[in-house]
């Protein structure tokens, strides 16, 4: 993998940042299936080694940029275009009983964004809310022989960060609400007679909320105390 990255600098009143992320992944494995009877893992006779083969490769570039509005208030906006590229073949040595699954490969490409807002309602004290979008993209799943398509979110935050009793007190929370479509989900699908495989399918739709709260104190100099609830 290798990302690369941009930034304006620390006294720029424009605060901004862009950069670059590459990542490619490349996997062979050859194995053979063992039967557990009883506990105990006893070599299969009857199966035959099965040599699979997966390719991944993503790549992305990003942008985000905070403007001022005033003394006090700042306008976030960001954006992220990806490409995604998975390729999968499952080849079993001849006789072996079991299908072969053959090359498979897809792609996906995905715009995504950000639009948030920063408040300094007090020297001390951090307001901000924001709105993102984002997605995980789909696959295949040879050993059980399904495909899955990307997972899409649309996530929303709002929060605040404070410094009080001469910044040796910060207080911390947030709250979020997270909007999937084509959540993945992680199953177990029986393989009869004997195996269990883990096997990704999408969800129509899920949710997900809640809320934290940090503080830290420092009691002492020499003395700091940490709590998070959530």
Known sequence: SFEARLTSQPSSTIAWIAGAYLYDYDLSRRQIKNIVINGVVVENPTDIWRNSYQASSSKAVYAQVTVPVGDAFRLIGGAREGKDKTSVEVVYDAGGER??????????????????????????????????????????????????????????????????????????????????????????KFDPPLYVNLDIVNARDAHMYGAELGLTWLATPDDRLTTNLG
């Open 99 to 188: 299908g072969n699954y053959p090359y498979t490969e897809d792609e996906w490409s995905r715009f995504d964004w950000k639009a948030g807002f920063e408040y300094d309602i007090a020297e001390a004290s951090l307001h901000y809310g924001s709105i993102s979008t984002g997605y995980r993209p789909g696959g295949f799943d040879p050993q059980v022989g399904d495909n899955f398509v990307s997972e899409e979110l649309i996530a929303y935050e709002i929060g605040c960060k404070n410094e009080l009793l001469d910044h040796r007190l910060r207080l911390n929370a947030a709250a979020f609400y997270y909007d999937y479509t084509n959540y993945q989900a992680l199953t177990f």
